[in-house]
């Protein structure tokens, strides 16, 4: 069992950066791959990004590829979202999940945990 905190959503500037943060309880953290998905109003969840278990392998959205990094402390339980040259396209609630895979999975149904969800809404 895992449980998943996600912190650091607000309102921002197009143009400006967030760094989102997701504290994972349990002390398996390292076993799980880990994610973040986005929904927009009248949208259904999309994937962002997502890192492997190790840190060493990861995926991103094309939407995003370039200005959001995914990064991940395995000694803290942590998964951390830099965003930067945020968009107004940008504005969702954001997800934290973990996989049980070992890569980066971009699927959303190969993810077992969710987080409750961050807003973050970007205004031009």
């Known amino acids: 069992q895992v449980q998943l905190v996600e912190s650091g959503g607000g309102l921002v500037q197009a143009g400006d950066s967030l760094r989102l943060s997701c504290a994972a309880s349990g002390r398996t953290f390292r076993s799980y791959a880990m994610g973040w998905f986005r929904q927009a109003p009248g949208k259904e969840r999309e994937f962002v990004a997502a890192i492997s278990r190790s840190g060493g392998s990861t995926n991103y959205a094309d939407s995003v590829k370039g200005r959001f990094t995914i990064s991940r402390d395995n000694a803290k339980n942590t998964v951390t979202l830099q965003m930067n040259s945020l968009k107004p396209e940008d504005t969702a609630v954001y997800y934290c999940?973990?996989?049980?895979?070992?890569?980066?999975?971009?699927?959303?149904?190969?993810?077992?945990?969710w987080g409750q969800g961050t807003q973050v809404t970007v205004s031009s």
């Open positions: 999940a973990a996989s049980a895979v070992v890569g980066p999975t971009t699927r959303e149904t190969m993810y077992n945990y």
